[in-house]
């Protein structure tokens, strides 16, 4: 395999790395700069610029609904984005009465966390079983 040339910013002694650039092309740009005559600014706090990306309307659907009305989500795996994306809908959609169906509810929402898929539902008031759908559920 060949190897890659290394960018211009590469060794900590290289005054790029030093001025903070990223990458050989900010040196390069930098470099030009200052050839010119022109002290760069590089990434100066006065310039930030803040701004909100445009919201984007979703859709959900879930795998199932009861005759009696209640949703059902059934899920193996329980994802930051699939949190996410459920608290969203409770927020925007309280009337709507979401449970989900885990294979597994004792497991942790993540490697780190001690959380489990349960502790998650209790905590934001979810409704949840193991499996299968709880008698009771069909009977309400």
């Known amino acids: 395999m060949a190897s890659r040339r290394p ?3 590469t060794k900590p002694s290289d005054p ?7 990458s050989g092309l900010e040196d390069l740009v930098a470099e030009q700069l200052v ?3 022109i002290t760069p600014e590089y990434e ?9 990306p445009p919201l984007k309307t979703r859709r959900y659907t879930p795998d199932f609904k ?4 209640i949703l059902i989500e059934t899920k193996g795996r329980f ?7 459920h608290l969203h809908i409770k927020a925007e959609h309280p009337d709507k009465d979401i449970r989900f169906v885990f294979s ?3 497991s942790r929402i993540s490697k780190l966390s001690n959380t489990t898929y349960a502790d998650w539902c209790r905590k934001h008031g ?12 069909l009977n309400e």
């Not at 790029?16 to 990223?22: D, H, P, Q, S």
């Not at 994802?79 to 994306?85: E, F, H, L, P």
Request: glycine residues 8%.
């Open 7 to 9: 960018t211009r910013a």
């Open 104 to 106: 597994r509810s004792s």
């Open 79 to 85: 994802v930051t984005a699939d949190r996410q994306k």
């Open 126 to 137: 979810f409704k949840f079983a193991d499996r299968r759908i709880p008698e009771e559920w």
């Open 16 to 22: 790029g790395i030093k001025a903070g650039y990223r």
């Open 66 to 69: 009861l005759p009696n009305g």
């Open 35 to 37: 050839s010119l005559g």
């Open 44 to 52: 100066d706090p006065s310039t930030v610029i803040r701004y909100t």
